[in-house]
């Protein structure tokens, strides 16, 4: 929509028209220039392809958009039930000259324990399922075969989720298997809830069920039983009382004891355990006495334990960017890490499906990560892919030097000589993290667009910014939704706002010799700042004073001035951080 009233306002190229002009990377990388304009060199097969891969675009978020918000979860309740334990088996050993055996019937196996285990291969809860299940151990067999042990079920959750225990009167907690069985048995005579109990937990030889219950041995056996689930049940009771709750926020990993005795099975780390499995039940030989020398009845394995969990992803970032779809969002933060947020740009509205977080390293001389990639340009994602496609294939990376190449040439570097990557970490001083979320449009907070759930997330940044497109029509209306939706969804949150950055300023102000069009573009920022510093104001950080909002106008794709932003989201980070306010308010540096 707003790519639409740009291409008629400004006279630019549509984004989809444009990507057809096979040179338009080149030219843009070549001159760097905003106002250079492509040749003409349509290429009618690349054109079907960019279509297609439009269109393809276009469907995906369409579904995300009807999908309200859905297929981003950042809570979610999941039921664990870590596996039963095998039953175990009645038998009795044959072999040639002895037919009538001693007793043999094995063990029931273990059954699997769930884990948790964050990864940072996932980013959202829409993968983790609402039920899991561990597996049954194996069933004993005869001849003393024991019942195959369960592997444990190991749940993977993406790094930043909580894990909180649902316990004690919630209706949401799982019953334990007692409660369950309580509530079976319930309105049966006292005949029939025995006999259901004990169907639950013995397994007979065939057609001697009747002749076990009359048994003194099965009965010491039963109330031996019945005394030692009171104490299972005992300690299940008291691990209730202290509810499970972790804050999976890195990624554990195994470090084997270093002075453990050669030969020690070192045991792998499969996360933290959630619920433990059932245990086995036992095979007749273990009931075999000198009274009772032929024991015709087993255990059944005893059932794993069930919890219910309510996990919540924290997006923790510094800084929240909150901005109208196709406001440059994205091209902001791939233009603040230097192209390495891996986050998608395009010229169409809910391009950003889910919020992305992604570092800013700062030097203390100002400079950032971003800064040092020279004349870049943060094109739309396509066109970028594209371009590098050409270059590769051309051969121009071919002579490239290599990280260590380049790392041993170099002597005594400045940190702008430096580029991405490790080599920032030699002078980077502070990093904040800044989340890209998808666009907010009027009555978001009424779940509209991509609904409120991203709002949820925003929530949790601890400073917002807002990210208008100055070369709209009226950017202080964009302002003035984005303000709105944020105290609809949550009274106070647009306090939480700190700056607003007007982007792509670069398509106001002609080619810089029309003076008009300069003045027109002054004019257009003034009332911006205007309208910003009337109508908003961020709550300070410790105190109860009002600071009305600075305006910096910038081009991301272009670069421009971002270090007079990174400069203020440094001061503000440190400021909420630290929950002191300690702003300077210095003059702006204008583009226009
Ligand atoms: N001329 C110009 N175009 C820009 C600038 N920043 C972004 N754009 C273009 O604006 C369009 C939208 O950019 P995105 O970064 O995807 O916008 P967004 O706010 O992330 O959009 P959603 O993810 O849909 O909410 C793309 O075509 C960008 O190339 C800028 O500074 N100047
Ligand atoms: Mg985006």
Redesign the pocket.
């Known amino acids: 929509m707003?790519?639409h009233q740009?291409s008629s306002t400004f006279g630019?190229l549509l984004?989809s028209a444009r990507r057809t002009f096979a040179t338009t990377a080149r030219n843009l990388s070549a001159h760097n220039s905003?106002n250079d304009l492509p040749e003409d060199t349509f290429d009618p097969e690349l054109a079907a392809e960019e279509e297609l891969q439009n269109v393809l675009r276009q469907r995906k978020?369409d579904w995300k958009r009807r999908q309200r918000g859905q297929t981003f979860l950042d809570n979610l309740i999941v039921t664990v039930k870590a596996g039963n334990g095998g039953n175990g088996c009645v038998a009795f050993h044959r072999e040639k000259f002895t037919s009538i055996g001693p007793p043999a019937g094995g063990g029931g196996g273990r059954g699997g324990d769930v884990y948790i285990v964050p990864t940072p291969h996932l980013t959202s809860l829409s993968s983790v399922p609402k039920i899991v299940k561990g597996e049954a151990g194996g069933n004993g067999r005869g001849t003393w075969q024991g019942g195959r042990n369960a592997t444990p079920t190991i749940l993977e959750v993406p790094v930043g989720t909580v894990v909180t225990e649902i316990s004690g009167a919630d209706p949401r907690r799982t019953k334990d298997e007692w409660e369950v069985e309580a509530e079976t048995l319930q309105g049966l005579t006292a005949e029939e809830r025995l006999e259901k109990m004990r169907e639950r937990r013995w397994v007979h030889f065939p057609r001697f069920e009747e002749v076990n219950f009359e048994k003194d041995a099965f009965q010491d056996a039963e109330a031996a039983m019945f005394k030692e689930e009171k104490d299972r049940r005992r300690v299940r009771r008291l691990r209730q009382a202290t509810p499970i709750n972790l804050d999976l926020d890195k990624v554990d990993e195994f470090t084997p004891a270093v002075d453990a005795p050669l030969g020690t099975r070192q045991r792998e780390f499969m996360g933290h355990l959630l619920a433990r499995g059932g245990v086995g039940g036992v095979g007749n030989p273990h009931f075999y006495s000198q009274i009772n020398r032929s024991p015709k009845f087993a255990t059944r394995g005893t059932q794993g334990e069930g919890i219910t969990f309510l996990l919540e992803l924290k997006i923790l970032s510094d800084v929240g960017?909150v901005?109208?779809?196709?406001?440059?969002?994205?091209?902001?933060?791939?233009?603040l890490t230097g192209g390495r947020a891996k986050?998608?740009?395009?010229?169409?509205?809910?391009?950003?499906?889910n919020p992305v977080v992604a570092v800013v390293r700062v030097a203390d001389d100002g400079t950032f990560e971003g800064s040092t990639q020279g004349d870049a340009v943060?094109?739309?994602?396509l066109?970028e892919e594209e371009r590098e496609r050409e270059l590769m294939e051309s051969g121009a990376f071919s002579h490239a030097p290599t990280r260590n190449q380049r790392s041993s040439t170099a002597d005594s570097p400045s940190p702008g000589d430096l580029g991405a990557g490790h080599r920032f970490d030699a002078v980077e001083t502070f990093r904040f993290t800044i989340a890209?979320?998808?666009?907010?449009i009027s009555e978001a907070s009424e779940n509209v667009g991509l609904g409120h759930s991203f709002l949820r997330s925003m929530e949790r940044s601890l400073a917002l910014v807002y990210?208008v497109?100055l070369?709209g029509p009226e950017p202080w209306e964009e302002l003035r939704v984005l303000q709105e939706e944020l105290e609809k969804y949550k009274p106070g949150m647009s306090t939480k706002a700190r700056l607003v950055i007007a982007?792509?300023?670069?398509?106001l102000g002609g080619d810089g010799h029309d003076a008009d069009a300069v003045m027109e573009a002054k004019a257009k920022l003034h009332r911006l700042e205007e309208y910003a510093g009337k109508n908003m104001i961020s709550s300070w950080a410790g105190g109860e004073l009002g600071r009305p909002l600075k305006v910096v106008p910038?081009?991301?794709?272009?670069g421009?001035n971002l270090k007079k932003v990174v400069g203020l989201l440094k001061e503000y980070v440190t400021e909420v951080r630290s929950g002191v306010d300690n702003s300077a308010v210095k003059e702006e540096t204008r583009i226009v």
């Open positions: 707003l790519s740009l630019i984004p905003p978020t960017l901005g109208m779809p196709n406001a440059g969002k994205s091209t902001i933060l791939r233009a986050t998608e740009v395009a010229g169409y509205a809910f391009t950003t499906l943060y094109d739309e994602t066109i890209d979320n998808p666009g907010l990210v497109d070369s982007n792509k300023a670069d398509l910038i081009s991301a794709k272009y421009q």
